[in-house]
């Protein structure tokens, strides 16, 4: 046999090298091939979402944006936020690299997902999700886990001892779940962990604090607000040494405050309040990255550790509602990062530190409710940053500072209840910034401003000295929903001026000098829900204008020099509290006030009669006197001669009109949105002022029919009264316009187009048959219109809880399902529409307020909101948020439950501080609830609103929840 050739030899050796070479690369390959087959799997599985359309089979799944991948091998997946709703299969643990999974922010139900077998799974986020049932037993076979986040589901039962195996965990989240067990001291053993969080889980069996937590020498972040801790906090966390941030409020732990927490080096946040603590504050403080106290809420007494003025790094110190005595240490005052101090609501007495403001950028003082005494300091806005000044409730005197009236920042000025003198700053009255006064209960004497700042919306200067008539020029108060002027010396006629506020809601001048005659021109008052003008001179009848005011609930005329017949149309007016007694009023009083609810309303008004207690009975018909009968023979030529004059001026009104439509109409622009079958005409030939449904200061709205069918729009018009509108503000106004236009939600009401002109602009909306949820919950409580033909019966809680569920979903939608995050800025139950079926649709977004608010640059990040509706941060940021909304919802949630108005507090408090005082008193939550829907098989379940109204108007926004949790806790109502 011959040798084969040389050459051939070669090739073989080189092709057995080629061989060998690709082995590596074809396994690569084939592992490749198996990972993108499980994953591809994995999303049938899920449903095929429209969110994964990048994952397919012709592309490497390293390439997909949802996967990692390490040495070409897949070792992560992301599925944060994709709409899923099916389960999590158990064949993705077939990936055997996966370290790491995240399904966040969706909508999978179910138990605990089949992952156990990922046995090199570090890193698992499960949060915001619909888990149920317990966590695994067996959890402890993730030994390798190192995150583990379950925050907002419906997991229940006991927290398994189990955790206590994954000895590799830094990072531990349960907040937000429905256990109703015990927490294992087996937490305890994670001796690498550094981030516990815990908070609401309210179901949680009653424990005491484990003193073995103090041996998680690593811990930096612990969080168990609102998990039923009793007992007191244990020695142990003095040896937490890296601790950076400490939550345990809203618990029920008393006894003191551990001496060495306040000693611990690193850390940065304290927040004990909501909880029983007593005793001192630690007078030795060594922790000086300290950034941010809150002791709050507790029963802690003693002095203010001068302590707490080395702290040189501290920018926030809550110590209101305790028991503290002594006064604020001058130290504090010189803390040169200190923006907020809130020690209201304690014992504190002496003269405030007049170093206050000169070195820090002080932007929110609170010291009311305590016994200081002495001047203002002169310089608290030093540092031209103080946008809140409360200190009501106390004995200080003297003259405000002049300064305060020069403070450009200011937003909210309250020192009512205390001993102030002289004339208030000039500065004040016309502040651009600052949005509510409260002087009252004061000795302040001097006489009304004829300007008033732009802002401003709620003036308080009750029981004063202050003397003159309400200049003529208090038109120019465009703004603003309060005027309490009470108990002064304030004297001469009421002027039409005032008649001309278009949001005034709130208008009390009892106990003054005024006399003369009411204005007939009152009927403009469209938004007054209580008007006061006991204790005056005034004479004169009663306007019937008075009776047609659409949400006039309060009325107290008494003490006066009225005189007249009680007119017929209160009888219709039927307000919730109504007093005309002591006056010189006479004839009958209306039959439908002839009942035990006005029995005190009419008395000492000696020629009135009536069938009602305080009144004497009527007598027989009388003749009536020559001077009467001619009066009736007069009246129908007097009436046939006002007809035809009155059908001349519309004649020529409609003619004039008419000739005008064409020029008219070239002048308005038309801007579709969406998909209508209507014109432009059709909506301008309809605009008319009989369909006129509502009306505030920022436009009115109209319900208008088109193609001559039953089919209607709703129509908010704009009026601008700056014709030379700046560009940039309209070209906002169109960008936003168009966002709107472009959501398509449930939960939101259609904004089908705009149609502009130089003095107005139409927003067209689908039309919302039964209108606003405020009308439906409150106006029983308020004087409804006579012509009104809508009837409000009272809400049952199953719609109550739809409506809540609607409006949580709209909020939802527009805060983290947008491309663009779209902050509301003005949630309240009237901007909650209802269609025929009681479907709730969020509407309103801001746009009228940003082109009718004149003053601002044209951003509306600037725009207040709704009074009784505001986060209580808006005093310290000009920035609106998604916080914010949520706040103002936590509003809504509470009217719900509690059937009272968003502004229905005491003299100074409204419906959130009002339901907060509730709870810190220790009054059953049954007592606050509406007692006309109240039934038993509902109690848990407004009980439970209620809390979460709470949560969503907690003071700290960190602490209130976003609202796809809303979403979560409302979901499982009612299941």
């Avoid at 709409?83 to 922010?105: G, M, Q």
């Avoid at 531990?172 to 294992?184: A, H, K």
């Avoid at 994670?190 to 604090?209: F, G, Q, R």
């Avoid at 030529?637 to 004649?651: A, H, K, N, R």
């Amino acid at each position: 046999m011959s040798k084969p050739p040389f050459s051939f030899a070669l090739a073989l050796l080189l092709n057995l090298f080629m061989f060998l070479s690709l082995q590596p690369f074809q396994v690569i390959s084939q592992s490749f091939n198996t990972e993108r087959s499980i994953l591809l799997e994995l999303k049938l599985r899920l449903g095929n979402p429209h969110s994964l359309q990048s994952w397919n089979s012709s592309s490497s799944p390293c390439d997909w944006p949802e996967i990692t991948c390490a040495h070409n091998k897949v070792t992560g997946i992301s599925l944060h936020n994709k709409n899923i709703t099916e389960k999590i299969p158990a064949t993705i643990c077939d990936l055997h690299n996966l370290k790491s999974l995240d399904v966040s922010n969706n909508y999978i139900s179910g138990e605990f997902p089949r992952i156990l077998n990922c046995s090199k799974l570090e890193y698992l986020v499960l949060s915001q999700n619909y888990f149920v049932g317990p966590i695994p037993a067996d959890i402890g076979q993730l030994s390798r886990l190192r995150h583990l986040d379950i925050t907002t589901n419906n997991y229940s039962g006991d927290i398994p001892a189990a955790i206590g195996r994954l000895r590799e965990l830094r990072y531990l989240s349960l907040v937000q779940n429905e256990f109703n067990g015990t927490w294992p001291v087996e937490i305890c053993n994670l001796s690498n962990l550094e981030h516990l969080a815990m908070a609401y889980n309210d179901k949680l069996l009653h424990s005491t604090i484990p003193k073995e937590l103090g041996a998680l020498n690593k811990l930096k972040f612990l969080w168990m607000t609102d998990t039923n801790l009793i007992g007191g906090i244990p020695g142990s966390f003095n040896n937490l040494s890296r601790l950076e941030h400490l939550d345990l409020s809203f618990n029920n732990l008393n006894g003191s405050i551990p001496g060495g927490m306040l000693k611990l080096n690193n850390l940065a946040n304290l927040y004990l309040y909501n909880n029983r603590l007593s005793g001192h504050i630690p007078w030795r403080i060594e922790s000086f990255n300290l950034i941010d106290i809150d002791l709050s809420s507790n029963s802690l007494i003693g002095s203010i550790p001068e302590g707490l003025g080395k702290l040189q790094n501290l920018t926030s110190l809550s110590l209101f509602w305790n028991r503290l005595s002594g006064v604020v240490p001058p130290i504090i005052a010189l803390i040169p990062s200190l923006k907020i101090l809130r020690v209201f609501r304690n014992r504190l007495g002496g003269a405030l530190p007049s170093e206050l403001g000169i070195l820090s950028n002080l932007e929110v003082l609170d010291i009311s409710e305590n016994q200081l005494s002495g001047p203002m300091p002169q310089h608290l806005c030093a540092r031209g940053t103080l946008f809140a000044l409360i200190a009501s409730s106390n004995k200080l005197s003297g003259q405000v500072p002049k300064s305060l009236g020069d403070c450009g920042s200011l937003l909210i000025l309250q020192l009512f209840n205390n001993s102030f003198s002289g004339e208030i700053p000039s500065g004040l009255w016309a502040s651009s910034n600052l949005t509510s006064l409260m002087l009252n209960n004061n000795l302040f004497s001097g006489k009304l401003p004829g300007k008033l700042g732009s802002n401003l919306l709620s003036v308080e200067i009750s029981n004063n000295r202050l003397s003159g008539p309400i200049p003529v020029g208090i038109s120019s108060w465009v703004n603003i929903k309060e005027f309490k002027a009470s108990n002064n010396l304030l004297s001469g006629k009421i002027p039409v001026a005032l008649t001309s506020l278009p949001s005034l809601s709130t208008l009390l001048l009892d106990g003054n000098q005024f006399s003369g005659q009411l204005p007939s021109e009152i009927y403009t008052w469209n938004s007054l829900t209580t008007l006061n003008f006991a204790r005056n001179q005034f004479s004169g009848p009663i306007p019937k204008a008075i009776c047609s005011l659409p949400r006039l609930a309060f009325l107290d005329l008494s003490e006066n020099q009225f005189s007249g017949q009680v007119p017929s149309e209160l009888g219709h007016f039927n307000p919730n509290s109504l007093n005309l007694s002591s006056n010189n009023l006479s004839g009958k009083i209306p039959h439908q006030l002839e009942k035990w609810d006005y029995e005190n309303s009419f008395s000492n008004n000696p020629k009135l009669c009536g069938n009602i207690p305080t009144l004497k009975r009527c007598s027989g018909s009388h003749k009536l006197p020559t001077k009467y009968l001619a009066m009736i023979i007069a009246f129908p030529i007097v009436g046939f001669v006002v007809i035809m004059s009155l059908c001349t001026f519309f004649m020529v009104r409609y003619y004039i009109k008419e000739k005008g439509r064409e020029n008219l109409a070239t002048r308005w622009k038309f801007t579709a949105y969406q998909k209508f079958n209507f014109t432009e005409d059709d909506i301008l030939s309809n605009l008319k002022e009989d369909s006129l449904i509502g009306k505030g200061g920022s436009g009115m709205v109209y319900r208008v029919p088109i193609n001559n069918s039953r089919e209607c729009v709703a129509v908010k018009r704009i009026l601008i009264n700056d014709r030379k509108l700046d560009k940039n503000l309209e070209k906002q106004f169109t960008a936003e316009a168009q966002i709107l236009g472009s959501i398509r939600h449930a939960n939101i009401v259609k904004m089908l187009c705009t149609i502009s002109s130089e003095s107005s602009k139409l927003l067209v909306y689908e039309y919302m048959e039964n209108q606003s949820l405020d009308k439906w919950l409150h106006s029983k409580k308020r004087a409804s219109s006579s012509t009104s033909s809508t009837q409000y019966a009272v809400l049952d809680w199953p719609k109550r809880r739809q409506i809540a569920i609607g409006a949580a979903q709209g909020l939802r939608y527009m805060h983290e399902d947008c491309y663009n995050s779209i902050i509301h800025r003005d949630v309240k139950s009237s901007n909650i529409l209802l269609d025929s079926q009681f479907k709730a649709k969020i509407a309103d977004f801001g746009l009228a307020k940003m082109l009718t608010k004149q003053e601002e640059s044209g951003t509306t990040s600037d725009l207040l909101g709704s009074f009784g509706y505001i986060a209580p941060e808006r005093v310290y940021t000009r920035k609106a948020n998604e916080k914010m909304d949520v706040y103002s919802y936590g509003v809504v949630l509470l009217e719900l439950t509690t059937g009272r108005e968003a502004i229905e507090g005491n003299e100074n408090k409204n419906l959130a501080e009002w339901a907060w005082k509730h709870l810190e008193d220790e009054k059953p939550i049954e007592e606050a609830l509406d007692g006309e829907i109240m039934e038993q098989c509902y109690r848990e379940e407004m009980i439970r609103v209620f809390k979460l109204g709470l949560r969503c108007t907690g003071k700290e926004p960190s602490a209130r929840p976003h609202m796809k949790e809303v979403v979560s806790i409302l979901g499982r109502l009612g299941h």
